[in-house]
């Protein structure tokens, strides 16, 4: 069984900064992990990926150079990514997911296998 837990979201300004995190507990070996995000009235957008065998990162174009991702994988029983995410704007504001992925480099969400519950993020103007 694999389980994801998204912490770290709140209401914030404009301009401010949130961290969120993501816990993945259980069979989580060889998967990558992902971000996505869902405003209200919107599909799931993706955000970044980091990929722990081959170092990559992949990130939206909306988000390049404001958010990043990172991993902690010094945990085996639980593997942490984090979200940091700076300059917010209002049109960051949604449900951000995190989610798994055993495809090699992916920004569907549909090759995204385990999704956690989210955790909203409101950015104000």
């Known amino acids: 069984q694999v389980q994801l837990v998204e912490t770290g979201g709140g209401l914030v300004q404009a301009g401010g900064s949130l961290r969120l995190s993501c816990a993945a507990s259980?069979?989580?070996?060889?998967?990558?992990t992902g971000w996505f995000r869902q405003a209200p009235g919107k599909g799931r957008e993706f955000v970044a990926a980091?990929?722990?065998?081959?170092?990559?990162?992949?990130?939206?174009e909306s988000v390049k150079g404001r958010f990043t991702i990172s991993r902690d994988d010094s945990d085996n029983a639980k593997n942490m990514v984090y979200l940091q995410m700076n300059s917010l704007k209002p049109e960051d504001t949604g449900v951000y997911f995190c989610?798994?992925?055993?495809?090699?480099?992916?920004?569907?969400?549909?090759?995204?296998?385990?999704w956690g519950q989210g955790t909203q993020v409101t950015v104000s103007s």
């Open positions: 989610a798994l992925t055993r495809s090699a480099s992916s920004r569907r969400a549909v090759d995204y296998a385990h």
């Open positions: 259980g069979r989580t070996f060889g998967y990558a």
């Open positions: 980091a990929w722990r065998s081959s170092g990559v990162t992949l990130y939206a």
